[in-house]
């Protein structure tokens, strides 16, 4: 059986400061947002509180492939990205639709909002071949686009 990769999405482009929604601090959305995870991305389940699914779709990046098995690392992880800057320049209730980070092994992740109540998001890993891979790595490293 073939696996069919997933084509990244050319439309997810990370907001400028100056682009930012009016009201919208980095440092609010950083201490609001909140990491729940899913269970299509994770072998392991660590402490997420999540099972995953007895027949998981080989198109699903795992996010046990960046080593991360405690909600409360992902969760400082989502808010780094946030406080960073690291948000998509598409919002849905006040929450941007993504958010990046990277991990201290240098895994660059990917959270996409799951609950526009809450601004609840559950995160993977993007491949090395995503072209938003390189770009989050040089701004998370301090480096201006």
């Known amino acids: 059986m073939s696996v069919r990769?997933?084509?990244?999405?050319?439309?997810?482009?990370i907001c400028s400061q100056e682009a930012l929604p009016d009201g919208v601090s980095l440092e609010?959305?950083?201490?609001?947002?909140?990491?729940?995870?899913?269970?299509?991305?994770?072998?392991?389940?660590?402490?997420?509180?999540?099972?995953?699914?007895?027949?998981?779709?080989?198109?699903?990046?795992?996010?046990d492939v960046a080593q991360i098995f405690e909600k409360a690392v992902a969760q400082r992880l989502?808010?780094?990205?946030?406080?960073?800057?690291?948000?998509?320049?598409?919002?849905?209730?006040?929450?941007?639709?993504?958010?990046?980070a990277v991990t201290e092994q240098g895994v660059v992740l990917e959270a996409q909002l799951e609950n526009q109540v809450t601004g609840a998001y559950h995160g993977y890993p993007l491949p090395p071949s995503d072209p938003l891979t390189e770009l989050v790595m040089q701004q998370w490293n301090g480096a201006q686009p």
């Open 78 to 100: 989502l808010q780094e990205g946030a406080r960073r800057g690291l948000v998509s320049t598409q919002f849905r209730g006040g929450w941007p639709q993504s958010i990046w």
């Open 5 to 13: 990769k997933r084509k990244p999405n050319n439309k997810r482009k």
């Open 28 to 63: 609010a959305l950083a201490g609001a947002v909140v990491y729940c995870g899913n269970p299509a991305h994770k072998k392991n389940p660590g402490d997420f509180g999540l099972t995953p699914p007895a027949g998981a779709r080989s198109s699903k990046s795992l996010c």
